[in-house]
């Protein structure tokens, strides 16, 4: 079952999502080389503390840190850790997430450390950002579940490679509902498989977390010993972007974005809905 929100509880999500906002400025901030991924995870507590809100990622199914870091080729999942120490040329997906009066926000964004990225690297982020924005543009009335998925495969597929291939569309992992808890149905792939038909309709109250994972190499993965880790099959880097996002009778409203999103759906002519807090 989708879980439908009013307003009302969309605006509680928008508080927990602009928590998580915060986090991911503190952490991008301090993602500097010589830090290190438990160093992160500090930050955001503070974060949280300051907000008075609480972690929806420490002690899910035995999470033991506040976010999620996950650096170069693990894809998701890195549990922070004083042994991992950031060095110029790295990048990381930083995944936090907040509850405020039981409600959930949950985003993730790829940071660049130091300098000197090859520019396979920066084009690689961008391509999952821009994928993930073009999903949020296809949250719209009268759409189905599958339209997101769709755009943001047609995205990746459409933008050329350097070097050549395709870029590895992760497929054991994807986006899914949120709400009064963080991940709930429906479960987002973030490519289309037709055998799972077209999904729900997008209706007002529809609350999801669209989150493209991409690699340079292949779309496929393993987890590490410590049940949590994530990595590429093929020890590719990879990107990961994500935003909780709200439709309402106006629109989408990017949840975890500062502006509700503004000014990127602006971009693919879609007008964001208005913030319920301003």
């Not at 079952?1 to 999502?17: F, H, L, N, T, Y």
């Not at 987002?188 to 037709?194: H, P, T």
Request: some cysteine; charged content about 25%; glycine content about 12%.
């Amino acid at each position: 079952m989708v879980q439908i929100k009013s307003p009302e509880q969309i605006a509680k999500m928008r508080e927990a999502g602009l928590v998580v906002a915060a986090i991911h400025k503190a952490t991008r901030e301090a993602a500097v080389p010589g830090a290190t991924t438990k160093d992160l995870d500090e930050v955001a507590r503070k974060v949280l503390d300051e907000h008075g809100a609480k972690s929806n990622f420490l002690g899910y199914g035995g999470f033991p840190a506040t976010i999620c870091t996950s650096a170069n080729e693990v894809v998701v999942h890195g549990i922070p850790s004083e042994d991992v120490v950031l060095k110029d040329g790295d990048i990381i997906s930083i995944d936090a997430g907040a509850i405020v009066d039981g409600w959930h926000g949950d985003a993730a964004y790829t940071a660049f450390v130091g300098s000197g990225h090859a520019p396979e690297l920066i084009e690689l982020s961008r391509v999952t950002e821009e994928s993930m924005w073009a999903g949020i543009a296809a949250m719209k009335q009268g759409n189905r579940l599958v339209d997101v998925s769709r755009a943001i495969e047609t995205y990746i597929r459409r933008q050329p490679k350097q070097g050549g291939g395709r870029y590895g569309i992760i497929e054991d992992y994807g986006g899914h509902g949120i709400g009064t808890e963080m991940h709930m149905d429906p479960h987002l792939l973030n490519y289309v498989e037709r055998r799972r038909g077209k999904g729900p309709k997008l209706v007002p109250g529809f609350c999801l977390a669209i989150e493209p994972m991409v690699s340079l190499g292949t779309p496929k993965t393993e987890v590490l010993s410590d049940d949590w880790t994530v990595i590429t099959t093929d020890g590719s880097w990879s990107s990961h972007w994500e935003h909780s996002v709200a439709l309402t009778e106006a629109g989408p409203l990017v949840l975890t974005a500062p502006d509700g999103g503004k000014a990127k759906l602006a971009e693919y002519g879609v007008t964001a809905a208005p913030d319920p807090l301003a």
